[in-house]
């Protein structure tokens, strides 16, 4: 196993996972930015205005989430490092 190509898979999944969840950041600000409350129909529904406001949301993180969460990053890890190094034999070939 070629040690350099491994830390590199491992980097790389780790910077799409980052990615992935800073893109769900930003969409949840301009969302968050962009959104009006409807106020006028608000009174027809007889509900009273929220007086608190709940930011985020709740995980509840039990085994099979974890396993599911381990094993979306080995096999992501693994299908990048197969990618490579069958492109490095390619390229070796030509």
């Known amino acids: 196993m070629n040690k350099r190509l491994a830390m590199e898979s491992v980097?790389?999944?780790?910077?799409?996972i980052i990615g992935f969840v800073a893109w769900n950041v930003v969409?949840?600000?301009i969302m968050t930015m962009n959104y009006?409350?409807?106020l006028t129909n608000?009174?027809?529904y007889g509900n009273p205005?929220?007086?608190k406001v709940a930011f985020g949301t709740i995980i509840r993180w039990d085994t099979t989430a974890m396993i599911m969460a381990v094993a979306g990053f080995v096999l992501l890890a693994a299908a990048y490092y197969g990618l490579r190094s069958a492109m490095q034999r390619w390229t070796k070939q030509y």
């Open 11 to 16: 980097l790389v999944t780790l910077l799409f």
């Open 36 to 38: 009006v409350p409807d």
């Open 49 to 51: 205005l929220q007086s």
């Open 27 to 29: 969409q949840g600000m």
């Open 42 to 44: 608000t009174a027809a």
